[in-house]
């Protein structure tokens, strides 16, 4: 930054100048990695230590946690603490710490509504990562299990699920039950044989199966709720 003392515009004997020198100043950028658009950056005076300002309150990635600082955007290793006594970085320039972020973990419970049986949460099920549902373990008599609700959503048994919740915590699968019909054919006098015809309530209304019967010297002319 100088010269002590000041060099004269000429020599006329010899003389003995000292350097003078003056801190650098540098900067670290805080990159959001993912999280939101903003880049924030921070001066330092080199020698000197400093503390990082805590920015972990101002950066938010959904699904995420921040984690601390990284040296580069994709490593995953953590280098710094947010608030974290820093000195020297960089001995000028910028020096760029880019957030570093943990997916939220969550827990699928699930709900028999109204049916039995016991099914184990699923536990640990990262933000951001496929999964497959557990099998449905639930029953319940006379009704077939038909769906998944969660959420206003419907999924399949074993269906793959990612993102059921962007916070830490506990989401619900609550059984659908599918009602059932059956129909039951009697030959009336007649003869021959005719299975069992099932109807899921939410179809019908539906068409009853094709007469199978026969009875000598009678035409078949249609069904009746009870005997005639």
């Given amino acids: 930054s100088g010269w002590t003392p000041s060099v004269s515009s000429t020599a006329t004997a010899d003389a003995t100048y000292t350097a003078s020198y003056s801190a650098n100043h540098y900067f670290v950028a805080f990159h959001s990695n993912d999280g939101d658009d903003v880049v924030r950056n921070q001066e330092f005076e080199y020698g000197k230590q400093g503390t990082l300002a805590l920015q972990s309150s101002l950066f938010s990635r ?53 049916g039995s049986g016991t099914m184990a949460p699923m ?49 619900t699968m609550k059984a659908v039950w599918s009602e059932k019909c059956y129909v039951e054919y009697d030959a009336n006098g007649g003869t021959g044989e005719m299975e069992k015809q099932t109807f899921d309530a939410e179809d019908l209304p539906a068409s009853l199966t094709s007469n199978a019967f026969e009875k000598f010297g009678y035409t078949f002319s249609g069904w009746a709720t009870n005997e005639t």
Avoid: H
């Fill in 62 to 114: 959904t699904g995420y946690d921040f984690a601390g600082w990284d040296l580069s955007a994709g490593s995953g290793e953590k280098a710094y603490d947010d608030g974290a006594a820093v000195m020297n970085l960089a001995t000028a320039g910028t020096f760029d710490l880019y957030a570093l972020w943990t997916p939220i973990e969550y827990t699928i419970a699930f709900d028999a509504n109204g």
């Fill in 123 to 171: 536990e640990n099920i990262k933000y951001d990562t496929v999964t497959n549902l557990t099998k449905c373990g639930f029953t319940k008599q006379g009704v077939d299990f038909k769906c998944w609700t969660c959420a206003g959503r419907t999924f399949d048994d074993e269906a793959q699920v990612s993102n059921l919740t962007n916070l830490e915590g506990v989401v």
